[in-house]
């Protein structure tokens, strides 16, 4: 920034230019100063004994606003089972552990994937990953981004990568429920995503000094973690962060990455209502009710006329989705064959008592078969009520997102500033906040560098969002001319990863 003021004020004295450089020297990777730490990690292939260095809360801007999430540990494999690696000319993983969109501190991590959630969402906004205890580290949830199941143990993304000979770097995050002493919220859209773009810049700005490939940073995380890493791939070098990002004094450094994992995102979240209408609008909620029908239909109504406007050719060269073979896209490319994969998997005496057990579901020669509506009872209740992101009484965790200054929560869609105040305009600020947290928003605009491979993952029994927000993504993507791996779980709920070993092999193998 000063550097900047200097140059634009034409004035080059030295003074000026001795106090930029080293407020930039700030950020300078002291290769160092670190721990040496052993880990034993369960892999799909056995327990791997991983020696690697260990390097803690790094402040990766020069005017942190809160050093305790804006700072980022770097874990480097030495050995592994008592070989030596050397990771410089690998990817570099890039986990970050947001959930909820609350904010993300790993300043008290003891070691790799050791990151709690500081609080957790308000009920029934985070469900624990499937299959993992909904106590993790610290008694919180979904600690240490997303995991998997490996031999009865949790194993995240992280570690499986640094038992794979990867540099795993663990960004914190400021999130939507931070306030300062005056009671105004600091992080608040576009915090979050301001800060992984700044970690990012820190990472690439110290290439050659943190071991790794800094043209091959792949970002991993699940659900708003999820969409926050997808936004970050999608809006890489964005000029529309330029101002967010000098104002925290951020390193002077690209941050387009290479290539997203991108689990169950909670993303499009202007269009999220409506699409959850148009997925779960008739499944009852848990008390046995469903949502009005009426408000439903014209949430649903709502997601026809984005979904044609999107004029967006499905994988597979599906014709353009709409609201009306949308369900038949999802069942052909993602549903049927999830399901397909997980019976066949199964013995045949398991099969048979899980076609007994899930009536809606059936099997012919080998394959599984279902429609739409028989996929929808087989899910059940819906985890969200209507509208199940913009709330009337702004309770969301989203309506917190949108906050600003000392206004914890706002609405961000016209249908719910309507139902609750009766006037139709959303504050004149959040149209461009949307853009900046959306993804969808920047796949296939000029000025940004895309990240080129993209790992796309949801559990079929996911309803914290629709299941088109992943079938978009996927799917603009494509027609954007990226190499897109997109799949999704089999009765899987929200936050499942049960591929996460080839999730790294994936990343090992990817080249320029
Ligand atoms: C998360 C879950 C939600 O249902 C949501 O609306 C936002 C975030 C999460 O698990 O991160």
């Given at each position: 920034?000063?550097?900047?003021?200097?140059?634009?004020?034409?004035?080059?004295?030295?003074?000026?230019?001795?106090?930029?450089?080293?407020?930039t020297s700030r950020l300078v990777f002291n290769a160092d100063d670190f721990t040496e730490l052993k880990k034993t990690i369960t892999t799909a292939k056995g327990e791997r004994v991983v020696t690697y260095r260990f390097y803690k809360a790094i402040p990766y801007v020069s005017e942190p606003i809160d050093v305790a999430?804006?700072?980022?540990?770097?874990?480097?494999?030495?050995?592994?089972?008592?070989?030596?690696?050397?990771?410089?000319?690998?990817?570099?993983?890039?986990?970050?552990?947001?959930?909820?969109?609350?904010?993300?501190?790993?300043?008290d991590a003891t070691g790799i994937g050791g990151a709690p959630m500081r609080g957790l969402p308000p009920t029934g906004m985070q469900a624990p990953p499937q299959g993992v205890a909904p106590t993790g580290i610290g008694g919180e949830v979904q600690s240490g981004g997303n995991a998997m199941i490996a031999g009865g143990?949790?194993?995240?993304?992280?570690?499986?990568?640094?038992?794979?000979?990867?540099?795993?770097?663990?960004?914190?995050?400021?999130?939507?429920?931070?306030?300062?002493a005056a009671g105004t919220y600091y992080g608040v859209a576009p915090a979050a995503i301001v800060d992984l773009k700044a970690a990012v810049k820190y990472v690439r700005f110290n290439k050659g000094r943190i071991p790794g490939d800094t043209d091959r940073i792949v970002s991993s995380g699940t659900s708003a973690g999820?969409?926050?890493?997808?936004?970050?791939?999608?809006?890489?070098?964005?000029?529309?962060?330029?101002?967010?990002?000098?104002?925290?004094?951020?390193?002077?450094?690209?941050?387009?990455?290479?290539?997203?994992?991108?689990?169950?995102?909670?993303?499009?979240?202007?269009?999220?209502?409506?699409?959850?209408?148009?997925?779960?609008?008739?499944?009852?909620?848990?008390?046995?009710?469903?949502?009005?029908?009426?408000?439903?239909?014209?949430?649903?109504?709502?997601?026809?006329?984005?979904?044609?406007?999107?004029?967006?050719?499905?994988?597979?060269?599906?014709?353009?989705?709409?609201?009306?073979?949308?369900?038949?896209?999802?069942?052909?490319?993602?549903?049927?064959?999830?399901?397909?994969?997980?019976?066949?998997?199964?013995?045949?005496?398991?099969?048979?008592?899980?076609?007994?057990?899930?009536?809606?579901?059936?099997?012919?020669?080998?394959?599984?078969?279902?429609?739409?509506?028989?996929?929808?009872?087989?899910?059940?209740?819906?985890?969200?009520?209507?509208?199940?992101?913009?709330?009337?009484?702004?309770?969301?965790?989203?309506?917190?997102?949108?906050?600003?200054?000392?206004?914890?929560?706002?609405?961000?869609?016209?249908?719910?500033?309507?139902?609750?105040?009766?006037?139709?305009?959303?504050?004149?600020?959040?149209?461009?906040?949307?853009?900046?947290?959306?993804?969808?928003?920047?796949?296939?605009?000029?000025?940004?560098?895309?990240?080129?491979?993209?790992?796309?993952?949801?559990?079929?029994?996911?309803?914290?969002?629709?299941?088109?927000?992943?079938?978009?993504?996927?799917?603009?993507?494509?027609?954007?001319?990226?190499?897109?791996?997109?799949?999704?779980?089999?009765?899987?709920?929200?936050?499942?990863?049960?591929?996460?070993?080839?999730?790294?092999?994936?990343?090992?193998?990817?080249?320029?």
């Open positions: 920034r000063l550097m900047q003021a200097t140059l634009a004020a034409g004035i080059f004295s030295g003074t000026a230019l001795r106090a930029a450089c080293a407020e999430y804006q700072s980022l540990n770097i874990s480097v494999p030495v050995s592994i089972d008592g070989k030596r690696v050397d990771s410089s000319g690998s990817p570099i993983l890039f986990s970050n552990s947001v959930g909820g969109y609350m904010p993300s501190s790993v300043a143990k949790r194993v995240s993304n992280a570690e499986l990568a640094l038992a794979a000979g990867l540099t795993v770097v663990e960004p914190g995050a400021r999130g939507r429920t931070l306030t300062d999820g969409a926050l890493s997808a936004l970050l791939g999608a809006s890489g070098d964005s000029p529309l962060f330029a101002p967010y990002l000098e104002a925290i004094g951020a390193a002077d450094a690209s941050d387009a990455i290479f290539a997203v994992g991108s689990w169950c995102p909670i993303a499009d979240l202007e269009h999220a209502d409506m699409a959850y209408e148009w997925n779960w609008g008739a499944n009852p909620l848990s008390t046995g009710n469903t949502v009005d029908q009426n408000l439903s239909a014209q949430l649903k109504n709502g997601f026809a006329t984005y979904q044609s406007s999107l004029k967006l050719k499905g994988l597979g060269g599906f014709g353009p989705l709409t609201s009306a073979n949308y369900s038949d896209y999802l069942l052909k490319t993602y549903l049927q064959p999830a399901a397909t994969q997980y019976l066949a998997k199964l013995s045949s005496e398991d099969r048979a008592a899980y076609l007994t057990r899930n009536p809606h579901i059936r099997w012919k020669a080998n394959q599984a078969r279902f429609g739409w509506t028989d996929f929808l009872s087989h899910v059940g209740a819906r985890k969200k009520g209507l509208p199940a992101f913009d709330a009337f009484d702004l309770s969301s965790g989203e309506n917190n997102l949108f906050g600003r200054d000392k206004t914890k929560a706002r609405h961000f869609t016209a249908f719910s500033q309507t139902h609750d105040t009766g006037k139709t305009a959303i504050d004149a600020d959040i149209p461009a906040l949307l853009d900046l947290m959306n993804p969808m928003f920047f796949i296939g605009k000029p000025n940004v560098s895309t990240a080129q491979h993209w790992w796309i993952r949801v559990g079929t029994k996911d309803s914290d969002t629709s299941l088109s927000i992943v079938g978009n993504l996927a799917a603009a993507l494509s027609a954007n001319k990226r190499k897109v791996n997109s799949a999704m779980y089999w009765d899987g709920g929200h936050g499942a990863n049960e591929d996460a070993d080839a999730f790294v092999k994936w990343v090992s193998r990817l080249n320029k």
